[in-house]
């Protein structure tokens, strides 16, 4: 059993399961941690008695959550993992499949530019030009995927800026308040303008 645990996980897809009530109760539970009975003691996944063997415990005192396998001893989880878990139940309950898919820390080129959604030769450019770091241990680059979710987080951010500045600059203008044609005039007269 555990050498099979231990095999390198393989990308699969799950489908959510037809009865989402358990779902609903782990959502409940995830989102609960640092929730208490009130005697100090973990709390149940739904708050209500005592967990039952394979529950998801919630603690206070470390504001983690704890897995007890069947006969088994609580396993504390690594916060990431019960994010991780929360985002899964989020997907679940709005009827989305989830695909889990493991990555090394090292992606190649390739890889990167995948989880970019870019082709590779726009991936190396950015690495080119410094926008991403990146490691040549012999002959081919790795990119960190600590970098890469770092660049992409930093380019959400930057589009969300530009976006929320022609947003105000609309506003101000009053483009919100046109009508269709008057925006096409509007927007012709400034191409003009730069002539």
């Avoid at 645990?5 to 941690?33: F, I, N």
């Avoid at 889990?100 to 992606?107: F, K, N, T, V």
């Avoid at 992409?152 to 009053?174: D, F, I, N, Y």
Wanted: net charge neutral; charged share 25%; proline share 7%.
């Amino acid at each position: 059993m555990i050498a099979a645990a231990l095999e390198p996980l393989r990308s699969h897809t799950v489908l959510p399961p037809e009865d989402v009530g358990q779902l609903r109760r782990l959502m409940t539970a995830l989102l609960a941690v640092g929730n208490e009975t009130g005697d100090g003691s973990p709390s149940s996944p739904i708050g209500a008695g005592p967990a039952e063997d394979g529950d998801l415990v919630m603690r206070k005192r470390s504001r983690s959550a704890a897995l007890v396998p069947p006969g088994g001893q609580a396993v504390d989880l690594p916060a990431a993992l019960v994010d991780v878990l929360v985002d899964v139940a989020r997907a679940m309950l709005a009827g989305q499949a989830v695909t889990i898919s493991p990555m090394s820390r090292r992606l190649t080129t390739q890889e990167a530019a995948d989880v970019l959604g870019v082709s590779r030769p726009t991936l190396v450019k950015l690495l080119e030009r410094g926008e991403i770091p990146y490691e040549r241990p012999g002959r081919h680059r790795r990119v960190r995927i600590d970098d890469l979710l770092e660049y992409q987080e930093r380019r959400r951010a930057e589009r969300q800026a530009v976006l929320s500045e022609l947003t105000r600059t609309a506003q101000e203008t009053g483009l919100y308040e046109m009508s269709a044609a008057d925006y096409r005039e509007a927007l012709q007269r400034a191409r003009h303008a730069g002539d």
